[in-house]
């Protein structure tokens, strides 16, 4: 059964950092891609980040390079997305994900709050 589990979120001033971490299980996680997308409330889930299988190659949003890393460790079934300079925009539900095919596998969601 495929699981990813996302960690790591919660109330950050603007300005700070956050960690999120997706641990994965069900599936050989070395083989895939793996991305994160967030949603804000009222808005469309965008996409925020991607990492290859191997991890040797990255891809962000515009609006977040610079300021989020996103890194895995197969050796511990986990992706992480170092989030930095955040912003009161940067406030929704960050999730990881990876496809199969046609088929998309969703984790539950993070939430993240930036606010003074």
């Known amino acids: 059964q495929v699981q990813l589990v996302e960690s790591g979120g919660g109330l950050v001033h603007p300005g700070g950092s956050l960690r999120l971490s997706c641990a994965a299980s069900g599936f050989t996680f070395r083989r895939y891609a793996m991305s994160w997308s967030r949603q804000a409330p009222g808005k469309e889930r965008e996409y925020v980040a991607g990492?290859?299988?191997?991890?040797?190659?990255?891809n962000y949003a515009d609006s977040m390079k610079g300021r989020f890393t996103i890194s895995r460790d197969n050796a511990k079934n986990t992706v992480y997305l170092q989030m930095s300079s955040l912003k009161p925009e940067d406030t929704a539900v960050y999730y990881c994900y990876f496809n199969i095919g046609s088929l998309t596998y969703w984790g539950q969601g993070t939430q993240v709050t930036v606010s003074s």
């Open positions: 990492i290859t299988a191997a991890g040797g190659s990255t």
